[in-house]
């Protein structure tokens, strides 16, 4: 059985969103990237967008009932509700991770697994500053990114317990493509856990 609904956790520059997005072609389901619609939303100037600019500027994490309302909305539109999904950035702190909780068998959904990407500090800011130089993206400076590692550690690190017992964990400092193969391997039709 293929596994429908996952979630990527993993510190800013793992490479979450790159694998995520190959793996949810792969799947056929949604890639449910909370920064990019956050991204978007900042982009077109929308209440929400607004409300986040600030604090993704900062690199702080945006207020817990922002992202909630958000993903409570995304996961009942129709593609979420018939394909599954891939979350990508939520949960981001223990708040929306019980919330999760709650909301999942509320909307008669499981998650089927948790991915948790893992790469060392030096290898991050390496990458990150790589990332900023390519893409200009207003997160990407040097002091914001060192920001974004320690919300990272103080915020988001601690899921990585409260998901232990689904949890499948990788080393991101690979390459892209073995990568990519394993998450197949572990989520694709012929996967066992
Ligand atoms: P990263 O490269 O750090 O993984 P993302 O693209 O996932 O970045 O997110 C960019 C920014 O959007 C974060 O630094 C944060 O301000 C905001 N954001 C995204 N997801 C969440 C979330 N679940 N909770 C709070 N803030 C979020």
Redesign the pocket.
């Known amino acids: 059985m293929n596994k429908k609904r996952l979630i990527f956790l993993?510190?800013?520059?793992?490479g979450?969103?790159t694998q995520a997005k190959i793996l949810a072609n792969y799947l056929e389901v949604p890639h449910i990237?909370?920064?990019?619609i956050?991204?978007k939303a900042k982009q077109e100037g929308t209440p929400v967008g607004l409300k986040?600019k600030a604090?993704?500027d900062r690199?702080?994490?945006?207020?817990?009932s922002?992202?909630q309302e958000l993903?409570q909305e995304r996961l009942q539109q129709d593609d979420a509700k018939t394909q599954g999904w891939i979350l990508?950035?939520?949960?981001?702190?223990l708040a929306?991770a019980e919330f999760l909780e709650n909301l999942l068998p509320q909307i008669n959904q499981k998650c089927d697994l948790t991915i948790n990407l893992t790469v060392a500090d030096e290898v991050l800011v390496g990458r990150?500053a790589k990332r900023a130089a390519l893409e200009g993206r207003s997160?990407d400076t040097e002091e914001v990114i060192r920001n974004?590692l320690i919300?990272?550690q103080q915020e988001t690190a601690p899921l990585i317990d409260f998901y232990q017992k689904h949890l499948v964990t990788l080393d991101g400092d690979r390459s892209l493509d073995i990568i990519t193969g394993e998450l197949k391997n572990i989520t694709g039709e012929n996967s066992s856990n």
């Open positions: 993993g510190p800013p520059g793992a979450k969103g990237s909370t920064g990019e956050l991204r986040a604090y993704m690199g702080d994490l945006v207020p817990d922002v992202l993903v990508d950035g939520f949960p981001r702190t929306q990150l997160d974004r919300v990272y």
